[in-house]
Structures are given as structure tokens and as C-alpha cells.
């Protein structure tokens, strides 16, 4: 059984930064595509970026050029680098991990920018 736990969000200004950790436990992490999804109150989860087994990564418009997805396998860990927050940036960021048709979500962590 894979476990994911995210931590790294908090309350932060507009226009400050934060990194997002989601610590995986058991199960072949490097084998794994990877994601970070937010949701808004009341609104469907939606992928923010994604980090295929191969390093290669996808960003949701909104975010390209601020946030950096990016692995490290030795630590089994996934990390978005949040830049130039905006107040539109609030939600609980989920992470999430999957390999053909299986996937598994953390907990989440909410992300609060106030301006």
C-alpha cells in the first residue's frame, strides 16, 4: 500500500512562494507518473502539473512559468515550487501518483494567499 503525504502549504502574500512536498512510503516510486492537483470549495479537482516515470512535465496554463514540478527518486518525493502566488492560487493541493490504471491521492495541504 503506497502512502502519500503532502506538506509545504501554509498562508502566504501575493507574489511570495512556497514548495509543496509529497513524501511517498512503499511501492516502486520511480516507476510512477506523478501529479499536483488543487481544488477550489465546491469545484471539481483539477491537475495543476504533472511529472511522467520519465521526467517529462505538463502545466495547467495558469500556472506555467510560476510553478516547477520536479522528482527526486532517492527521496521518493515529489515537489511543486510555487513563485508569484496569487490570491487565485488558494485551494488544498492534492498529490497524486498512478501507474497504468492504478492511483492512489495524498491527504492534501491547503494553500492560502492573501493579498
Known amino acids: 500500500q503506497v502512502r502519500l503525504v503532502e506538506s509545504g502549504g501554509g498562508l502566504v502574500q501575493v507574489g511570495g512562494s512556497l514548495r509543496l512536498s509529497c513524501a511517498a512510503s512503499g511501492g516502486d516510486f520511480s516507476t510512477y507518473n506523478m501529479g499536483w492537483y488543487r481544488q477550489y470549495p465546491r469545484k471539481a479537482r483539477e491537475l495543476v502539473a504533472g511529472?511522467?516515470?520519465?521526467?517529462?512535465?505538463n502545466y495547467a496554463d495558469s500556472v506555467k512559468v510560476r510553478f516547477t514540478i520536479s522528482r527526486d527518486n532517492g527521496k521518493n518525493t515529489v515537489y511543486l515550487q510555487m513563485n508569484s502566488l496569487k490570491p487565485e492560487d488558494t485551494a488544498v493541493y492534492y498529490c497524486?501518483?498512478?501507474?497504468?490504471?492504478?492511483?492512489?491521492w495524498g491527504q492534501g495541504t491547503q494553500v492560502t494567499v492573501s493579498s
Open positions: 497524486k501518483i498512478e501507474r497504468g490504471y492504478w492511483s492512489t
Open positions: 511529472i511522467t516515470s520519465g521526467d517529462v512535465t
